[in-house]
């Protein structure tokens, strides 16, 4: 099974500064199939990005994915006060598996 | 409008039994691969299991395989999540989830409490 580690735990950050979230698999990602997706209190989550770099449909261009084989990073480039959430990182290249997430809060 | 919609969870003995279900529309549901995916109070997000579009091909998470099992009715629009031999680890928001690259649709989740 492909474990993934998502670091930080928690970043604190203000409205307006850049967040860099990332992502480690335990094993290469086959065909970067990893996907990024946002959680609000009370809410399902929301998929942000598929194929660890394409945006889904109707996510703003300030979201984006980037990495291959282990690494992988998610960056939010100037937070908005709706984009405080928890964020999780998936695998489905091999079974599907997901990261333990990082929450993102208002400093 | 293009929805998932699940219903069933409750509270549930140890060893009991429990159907959910998922209510698909504004899509063509047998086009589609479906999951269901869990996550336990205050926790993260567990892939339960998974049923291709046609509903032939049926895939397991090792922590329900045996115990659970997915199927659809494509002719329904709708899937289903037959849970058996519940254990207290059980305890979560179930949602039903379809499949397109990454999760591209999401139920609002449906609780199950397995507890006595």
């Known amino acids: 099974e492909i474990v993934l580690t998502q670091s930080p735990g928690t970043l604190s950050l203000s409205p307006g500064e850049r967040a860099t979230l990332s992502c480690r698999a335990s094993q290469s990602v086959s065909s970067s199939y990893l996907a990024w997706y946002q959680q609000k209190p009370g809410q399902a989550p929301r998929l942000l990005i598929y194929?660890?770099?394409s945006r889904a449909t109707g996510i703003p261009d300030r979201f984006s994915g980037s990495g291959s084989g282990t690494d992988f990073t998610l960056t939010i480039s100037r937070l908005e006060p709706e984009d405080f959430a928890v964020y999780y990182c998936q695998q489905y290249g091999s079974s599907f598996t997901f990261g333990g997430g990082t929450k993102v809060e208002i400093k | 409008e293009v929805q998932l919609v699940e219903s069933g969870g409750n509270l549930v003995q140890p060893g009991g039994s429990l159907r959910l279900s998922c209510s698909a529309s504004?899509?063509?549901?047998?086009?589609?691969?479906m999951h269901w995916v869990r996550q336990a109070p205050g926790k993260g997000l567990e892939y339960v299991s998974a049923v291709s579009s046609s509903g032939d091909n049926t895939y397991y998470a090792d922590s329900v395989k045996g115990r659970f099992t997915i199927s659809r009715d494509n002719s329904k629009n709708t899937l289903l999540l037959q849970m058996s031999s519940l254990r207290a680890e059980d305890t979560a928001v179930y949602y039903c989830?379809?499949?397109?690259?990454?999760?591209?649709?999401w139920g609002q989740g449906t609780l199950v409490t397995v507890s006595s």
């Open positions: 504004g899509f063509i549901f047998s086009n589609y691969p």
């Open positions: 989830v379809r499949r397109m690259g990454g999760y591209d649709l």
């Open positions: 194929g660890a770099s």
